[in-house]
């Protein structure tokens, strides 16, 4: 397995308000190579901390999640600042519909930093629908769509065994969202294990293995 | 990976301490009630390894500046160890410490006038470094001066204008190429992109992500802008009164902040 997660338990604690919010009450899943599952559940669930938590951006309370591929092995609950950043070298990529930009940094050149070769870069943002007189632009300037796309390239460029992907394919028009569920499979196709998050679980054929609800805390069968 | 820069429990106060103050856990005041000692900073400890960059946030007075200047040798501190590259070098005085200075640590002050000499030129300023870490041959030193000053974006014409006739902005960069100019192993940088406006923030940040991306330097970032350090830091502390009160992987302690006060400094970032 790619990815392995027991028992999870996640929490917020908002100390200003004296409250305490159960997010994640118990959560076990996990996601074999080439393997793509799905999150499903109502806004506020917590499909969202559950990627989080497995790309250590969220600090779980209890449980497991072990990453292991190419003879590495992870364990990210309780692990420290350097285990994280390691992981997130090597093992763990993720993509958000949302992008920090850089200020003054091209499209191009950010993925080029990511070690991407220049000319791969920039077949990989023609081909999910970036026009190609934007890849010398920063992001700074474009659309939400079009930043989408960059952290989408960005994303699938980094060749981690493991890709965690939230709404991805929120912000774009059906033919670039097409595109973008074509690499995602052709990189399940390479052997990447997937966990991701969908507003409209895609239909294409062969992308999703599983769908799985997280209602009240718990991961349910679709 | 061992670390480029390590400060091991650094204490530094202002008075003589009494036993109440001594003894106190975290929480307690900066100041001793009792005996009106102050405590800048408290059991820091900070390890940065080659190609890692650690920020440093918390409300003024919370004893960042003063873990910078510890690091940076400009003041010792009461108690604790700083270490450059595994060697203690906390007790290091007089000409030894101005060559560990020139040769491995590079600073950024917020203010420039505390790290540039505003009456010597831009390229002056450069080569001062440079002399103290051993250049002589004036050729050499005026090419890497001019190199550094086309680096950083400044106009070739302007290396011979004092450093005083520059704006803000480029002062900043004076710093940041006076910082570079020995390649040192450390960079620390003290709200280096306060007090600027956007278009020249923007330009400056660009700069200091090339640095990271073309030298492994060992970077620390001391800055009260959130959006300035979840670019530039891969680990972050959060202080407090003198203490460190949070750390971890940036995104995470801003993400999913613990300490109430984190969490209070999160909150109140604009969006």
């Known amino acids: 397995m790619t990815l392995e997660i027991r028992e999870l338990r996640k929490s917020f604690t908002q100390h200003a308000l004296g409250r305490r919010i159960d997010v994640l009450e118990g959560v076990s899943l996990s996601v074999a190579p080439g393997e793509c599952v799905v999150l499903s559940g109502p806004s506020g669930s917590g499909k969202t901390t559950l990627l989080r938590c497995v790309y250590g951006q969220a600090l779980p309370d209890a449980g497991s999640i072990r990453i292991e591929a190419g003879g590495e092995e992870r364990e990210m609950v309780g692990a420290g600042p350097s285990t994280v950043l390691a992981a997130r070298r090597r093992l763990v990529g993720l993509a958000t519909q949302f992008l920090d930009v850089v200020p003054r940094v091209p499209a191009l ?73 074509e690499l995602i499979q052709e990189r399940k196709q390479e052997g990447v294990a997937m966990l991701a998050v969908f507003h409209d679980v895609p239909t294409q054929s062969g992308l999703v293995d599983r769908v799985l609800t997280v209602r009240q805390g718990q991961l349910v069968a679709a | 990976m061992s670390a480029v820069l390590e400060l091991d429990a650094l204490t530094v106060r202002y008075g003589e301490g009494c036993p109440e103050c001594e003894g106190s856990g975290p929480g307690s005041p900066a100041r001793c009630t009792r005996c009106g000692t102050v405590w800048a900073c408290r059991d820091v400890s900070l390890e940065v390894e080659a190609g890692d960059t650690v920020g440093i946030v918390g409300e003024s007075g919370s004893g960042k500046s003063t873990v910078l200047a510890c690091a940076n040798l400009d003041r010792p501190p009461t108690s604790g160890r700083v270490l450059l590259q595994g060697e203690d070098v906390t007790e290091v005085r007089g000409g030894a410490r101005r060559r560990l200075r020139a ?20 390229g002056g300023n450069v ?8 250049g002589r041959a004036y050729a050499p030193l005026r090419e890497r001066a001019l190199d550094l000053h086309q680096q950083m974006e400044l106009p070739a014409g302007r290396l011979d204008d004092r450093a005083r006739s520059f704006s803000g902005g480029m002062q900043q960069r004076v710093q940041l190429s006076r910082a570079l100019a020995t390649e040192p192993p450390i960079l620390l940088l003290d709200e280096p ?63 999913d902040p613990q300490h109430a006060y984190s969490q209070l400094l999160v909150s109140s970032q604009l969006q």
């Open chain 1, 109 to 181: 050149e950010l993925l080029r930093q990511r070690g991407q070769e220049r000319a791969a870069a920039g077949r990989l943002l023609s081909r999910l629908g970036l026009a190609e007189e934007l890849h010398d632009m920063p992001p700074a300037t474009f659309s939400g769509g079009q930043r989408q796309i960059v952290n989408l390239a960005l994303a699938l460029s980094s060749r981690r065994p493991l890709l965690l992907l939230d709404e991805v394919t929120a912000s774009l028009d059906p033919a670039r969202r097409r595109a973008a569920l």
């Open chain 2, 127 to 134: 080569a001062d470094r440079l002399l103290a870490a051993g």
């Open chain 2, 103 to 122: 040769e491995r640590l590079g600073i950024v002050y917020q203010a420039p006038a505390q790290g540039l000499d505003l009456s010597v030129t831009a």
């Open chain 2, 193 to 255: 992109t306060s007090g600027l406006d956007v278009s020249v923030q923007a330009r400056l940040l660009d700069l200091i992500r090339r640095v990271q991306l073309e030298r492994a330097v060992a970077m620390v970032i001391v800055s009260h802008d959130l959006a300035v350090i979840r670019m530039l830091a891969d680990r972050l502390l959060v202080m407090q009164q003198g203490r460190v009160v949070e750390q971890g992987v940036t995104d995470q302690v801003l993400g």
